[in-house]
């Protein structure tokens, strides 16, 4: 994701992007940096060893999955085109067949079964794009509502 634009950076459905978990790139460097550390130093091999002492070790190759679970919600964001949403979004498919930058530029996003389902992970999301449809896509950065119910 190219800067800090307003643009670059609000989704179709009105969130913004660097307030998600999967645009977190520090999170997923981290990651990528354990998987190398745990690799080079043979942990694997050292959890089976100590396996019978620390029970959880038996884990490990859950522990592993989960890691590399990782990469699965990881958000490679361009330009607004893909907007950081996934290329099957609903919301972004019907943004782009109506031709809008998005769903604060549709008449009916207030009764929008897809917003609407997001509405209990994103608890403002309505409330973002009614800042969005009024102050535009410029001004709506600084009085946006919490990303996350938690």
């Known amino acids: 994701m190219s800067g800090d634009s307003n643009r670059d950076n609000t989704s179709y459905c009105g969130l913004w992007c660097l307030d998600c ?18 690799n080079e130093t043979h ?9 019978n002492k620390v029970k959880e070790f038996q884990q490990y190759d859950v522990f592993l999955e989960v890691l590399n679970a990782f990469e699965k919600i990881r958000c490679y ?12 979004c609903k919301i972004r498919q019907c943004c782009l067949e109506k031709e809008i930058d998005g769903c ?4 009916q ?20 794009l009614d800042i969005l449809h009024k102050n535009g896509i410029n001004r709506w950065k600084n009085a946006r509502g919490k990303h996350y119910n938690f």
């Open 109 to 128: 996003y207030h009764n929008c079964e897809s917003i609407i389902g997001m509405s209990e992970m994103h608890p403002d999301i309505v409330n973002n």
């Open 77 to 88: 964001k361009g330009p607004h085109s893909v907007a950081g949403c996934a290329s099957d």
């Open 43 to 51: 942990f694997k091999s050292y959890a089976e060893y100590k396996s």
């Open 104 to 107: 604060w530029r549709c008449e």
């Open 21 to 38: 978990i999967p645009s977190y790139e520090e999170l997923f460097s981290t990651v990528e940096k354990l998987k190398g550390i745990l």
